[in-house]
C-alpha cells in the first residue's frame, strides 16, 4: 500500500506537533460545489488558527493521502466521479487505482495508523431508522469499537435514530463525552434531547479522558467528544422536525435505501429550509474543527508531563 504523509504533516509529527485530521467526504459529497472548497479550505485554517497541522484525508489513484495540498484539495472538490471510501472500500479502491474521498469511519482508520489521535467531523453515522427491520446501521460505529481514536463532532446525523445509536454506541464500549453539554447534540441541532453520562468543560479534561485510556489498556476503542452546534447558529427545532417528517415519507415513497438513504435525507433537508441546514452543518463542523485543534494542542503538550 502507498500510504503519503503531506511534508507538513510529516514533520508536524516527528516534531510532537498537534495534528488533526480531516475527513474528505464533507468535501465531496456532502456541501454543493464552489462552496465545497471555500469550507475545506476555511476547516484546514481553523485548525492552523488553533496551533495544529490539518490532514486531511482521501485516497488519490489508489494512493491514501493524508494531508493534502492545495490542488490535490480542489481535486476532491472538483471531481464529480470521486467516490465515498468507508474502511471496507479501502482495499478494493487501493487495489484498483481508484480515488475517493474518505468517510468517518475511512478517516478514522487511516488518521489512527499513522498515529493521528484526533480527528474532526461533522456527524457521525449511526443506527438507522427502523434498524429492527433493515438491520442498517453504519460502519463508522465499527470503526469506533476498533480503533484508538477522539472524534469530535456534532452527535450523530439527525436523520437517524438517535437514542438507539447512543445505546448502540454503549454495548460497543464507547465513551461519549459532551463538551459543555448534558446532553447528545443534534447534528443540526444543539440537543437531540438525549442525555450523556459524562461532560467536559475544557480540552484538558477530554485529554485527561484520552490518557487514562492509554493508561488502562483494555479495548481500542474510540472517544468520541460530542460538541453542539451554538443554539443562536442550529436550525431551527420546529423547522427541522416538519421537513425531517417530510423527507422520511418521501424516502418511503421513492423507495430508497441501504447506504442512499442518508444523503436522500440529509439532501431533502437541505432543499427545503432553503439552505439553513447546510449553513447549520457547516456551523457545526466549524466548531468541531476548532475543538478538535484545541485538543491536539494540549494533548501533544501534555505527551512528556
Known amino acids: ?41 476555511e476547516l484546514e485554517q481553523l485548525v492552523r488558527d488553533g496551533g495544529a497541522v490539518p490532514a486531511t484525508v482521501a485516497v ?36 484498483e487505482g481508484a480515488s475517493g474521498a474518505t468517510t468517518v469511519s475511512g478517516t478514522g482508520f487511516l488518521a489512527s495508523k499513522v498515529g493521528i489521535r484526533v480527528f474532526a467531523t461533522g456527524g457521525l453515522g449511526g443506527v438507522h431508522r427502523g434498524w429492527t427491520q433493515t438491520q442498517d446501521e453504519s460502519a463508522d460505529l465499527r470503526m469506533l469499537a476498533s480503533t484508538r481514536i477522539t472524534v469530535v463532532c456534532a452527535g450523530a446525523k439527525s436523520v437517524l435514530d438517535v437514542p438507539t445509536t447512543l445505546q448502540r454506541l454503549e454495548t460497543l464500549g464507547i465513551t461519549v463525552i459532551g463538551y459543555g453539554t448534558d446532553t447528545f447534540p443534534g447534528f443540526y441541532l444543539t440537543s437531540s434531547g438525549e442525555p450523556v453520562d459524562w461532560t467536559a468543560h475544557d480540552a484538558r479534561t477530554v485529554v485527561g479522558a484520552m490518557r487514562a485510556q492509554e493508561s488502562l489498556g483494555g479495548p ?36 430508497v435505501t441501504g447506504q442512499d438513504v442518508t444523503p436522500y435525507l440529509l439532501d431533502h433537508l437541505v432543499r427545503h429550509t432553503d439552505g439553513a441546514a447546510l449553513e447549520a452543518n457547516v456551523a457545526a463542523v466549524r466548531g468541531n474543527a476548532r475543538l478538535a485543534a484545541r485538543i491536539a494542542a494540549v494533548w501533544t503538550a501534555t505527551a512528556h508531563t
Do not use: F, W, Y
Open 60 to 95: 488519490l489513484d489508489g494512493r491514501v493521502h493524508v494531508g493534502l495540498d492545495e490542488a490535490e484539495l480542489e481535486r476532491v472538490a472538483g471531481d464529480e466521479k470521486m467516490r465515498k471510501l468507508g474502511h471496507r472500500d479501502l482495499a478494493p479502491a487501493i487495489a
Open 220 to 255: 481500542c476503542t474510540a472517544l468520541v467528544v460530542a460538541n453542539p452546534v451554538p443554539q443562536e447558529q442550529q436550525l431551527d427545532p420546529e423547522l427541522h422536525d416538519r421537513v425531517l417528517a417530510e423527507a422520511l415519507s418521501a424516502c418511503e415513497r421513492d423507495r
Open 1 to 41: 500500500m502507498t500510504l503519503l504523509l503531506a511534508d507538513e504533516v510529516r514533520d508536524a509529527m516527528a516534531h510532537g506537533r498537534p495534528v488533526v485530521a480531516l475527513e474528505s467526504t464533507i468535501i465531496a459529497h456532502g456541501l454543493p460545489r464552489p462552496r465545497n472548497l471555500e469550507v475545506a479550505r
